[in-house]
């Protein structure tokens, strides 16, 4: 097998076996300004249940330091001369008010300076976890505030290091993206084996999690879903691995290493001839990995083609074939894209570090995104396009975080001692 490919799969396999030392609470992990927008938060005659959903609310619109929330409480809703009054302090007043048949909440948000209203909803409660109830209230509230779409509600998967009497071994979790406290986690796959390459399908009404097992004989392919279901997909002597679905979920790419050699293949189920079918994609010269399928029907890899043990990112269209280099210098791995602004995220080795770039098709310019002291692994976009979740490693150990894509700063998510690694983000 290529050294290179060699490195990259004990990386994949070993950083769940590595001994790190406790993790640090989640809080920002490099520290950055970042300019606030002042929010009063009006509790309309609450009771103590509305006072707990209004404190949760301040934690998911503060996750990322953009927005400061401060809760009061009033018998009623103020007029236009009160609303004005506070402009000076707050530039939006948010009013929470709870109705209890049926049991929903209400918000409205005024600009304070012109009292006009910009936005306003009734949630109504769905049986379920509350804290859900929360993120698609806080998704609601921040897209009125923000103009961009909410993301706490949204899911993001991970492995995490669990101690079995078998040994070290990972399960794979899921949580909404915003969730410090590990309120929403839910474990999906818990077993005694290691497990790595995680990959969401296209269906966000039907959401399928790719991963490889590994197992004595291979790493095999397999696939859960939400409720925990698994079935093997692809079990292949050798290696098989980071699955991406093409924009229709008609075909689908994945690395397989057979006969010693790294290769993508393009898989799809033939109705008439009732099997699955695998296409070979790369001409086997060298080792490929990473595919990510993009919307515009570029399969993005990485590949030591270029280099011996230095990879480089390019692209191959899946009819021709033909492959386009987007770098040529520098140790540069793990690309994923993001259709909602035309840009891949990629890692890139600088100072000893593996830090995220970002390469804009529209303008084919590469800008250094992250420049802490942390080293990232296997990077994720959101389903909005304004944020990554990454695997961040650094002298405090191994945690999930999430990264605004344009500013850079990072906000840890997982933590409390657990070593977490291998996000993927719904979306």
């Known amino acids: 097998m290529n050294k290179l490919f060699f490195l990259h799969l004990f990386f994949l396999f070993t950083v769940s076996a590595q001994q790190m030392p406790p993790v640090m609470s989640p809080i920002m992990i490099n520290a950055m300004q970042v300019q606030t927008v002042d929010v009063l938060c009006v509790l309309i005659a609450p009771d103590q249940q509305l006072?707990?959903?209004?404190?949760?609310?301040?934690?998911?619109?503060?996750?990322?330091?953009?927005?400061?929330?401060?809760?009061?409480?009033?018998?009623?809703?103020?007029?236009a001369q009160e609303l004005q009054k506070l402009a000076t302090r707050y530039t939006f007043i948010l009013f929470l008010t709870k109705q209890n048949e049926p049991d929903a909440i209400e918000w409205r948000l005024y600009d304070a300076d012109q009292a006009a209203m910009i936005g306003g909803k009734r949630a109504l409660y769905q049986p379920g976890l509350l804290q859900d109830w929360i993120d698609h209230i806080a998704d609601q509230i921040w897209h009125a505030l923000m103009g961009t779409p909410g993301f706490f509600s949204t899911k993001i998967a991970y492995c995490k290091q669990v101690e079995k009497k078998s040994g070290r071994c990972t399960m794979i979790c899921t949580r909404n993206a915003a969730d410090c406290k590990g309120v929403t986690e839910k474990v999906l796959v818990d077993n005694a084996k290691i497990h790595i390459a995680l990959r969401w399908n296209?269906?966000?009404?039907?959401?399928?999690?790719?991963?490889?097992?590994?197992?004595?004989?291979?790493?095999?392919?397999?696939?859960?879903?939400?409720?925990?279901?698994?079935?093997?997909?692809s079990n292949f002597d050798g290696i098989n691995m980071q699955a991406s679905y093409a924009p229709d979920e008609q075909y689908v790419v994945v690395c397989l290493v057979r006969n010693g050699n790294s290769d993508l293949y393009k898989f799809h189920f033939d109705e008439q001839q009732?099997?699955?079918?695998?296409?070979?994609?790369?001409?086997?010269?060298?080792?490929?990995?990473?595919?990510?399928?993009?919307?515009?029907?570029?399969?993005?890899?990485?590949?030591?083609?270029?280099?011996?043990?230095?990879?480089?990112?390019?692209?191959?269209?899946?009819?021709?074939?033909?492959?386009?280099?987007?770098?040529?210098?520098?140790?540069?791995?793990?690309?994923?894209?993001?259709?909602?602004?035309?840009?891949?995220?990629?890692?890139?080795?600088?100072?000893?570090?593996?830090?995220?770039?970002?390469?804009?098709?529209?303008?084919?310019?590469?800008?250094?995104?992250?420049?802490?002291?942390?080293?990232?692994?296997?990077?994720?976009?959101?389903?909005?396009?304004?944020?990554?979740?990454?695997?961040?490693?650094?002298?405090?150990?191994?945690?999930?975080a999430l990264c605004n894509a344009k500013s850079g700063q990072l906000y840890a998510v997982t933590g409390d001692n657990q070593i977490c690694y291998h996000p993927a983000w719904q979306g």
Not at 68 to 76: A, D, N, Q, V, Y
Not at 301 to 322: A, C, M, N, Q, R
Not at 348 to 363: A, C, V
Request: charged letters at 25%.
């Open 274 to 400: 009732h099997k699955g079918i695998y296409e070979q994609l790369t001409p086997g010269d060298g080792s490929y990995f990473d595919p990510w399928w993009a919307d515009n029907n570029r399969i993005y890899f990485s590949s030591d083609v270029l280099h011996d043990h230095e990879p480089s990112i390019g692209y191959l269209e899946p009819d021709t074939k033909k492959v386009t280099w987007i770098t040529t210098q520098g140790f540069c791995t793990t690309p994923v894209y993001c259709g909602k602004n035309k840009k891949l995220a990629y890692l890139k080795k600088i100072d000893g570090l593996m830090q995220i770039m970002l390469f804009d098709e529209r303008t084919n310019k590469h800008t250094q995104l992250t420049k802490d002291n942390s080293s990232k692994s296997t990077c994720s976009w959101s389903g909005c396009g304004n944020y990554l979740v990454v695997a961040v490693e650094d002298q405090t150990g191994r945690r999930i």
């Open 202 to 233: 296209r269906n966000a009404q039907h959401p399928l999690l790719l991963y490889s097992e590994c197992t004595p004989r291979n790493v095999r392919m397999c696939v859960v879903t939400a409720q925990g279901q698994k079935r093997i997909v």
């Open 51 to 79: 006072r707990e959903v209004a404190a949760l609310i301040k934690q998911d619109l503060e996750f990322t330091k953009q927005l400061s929330l401060t809760i009061t409480e009033r018998p009623k809703v103020m007029n």
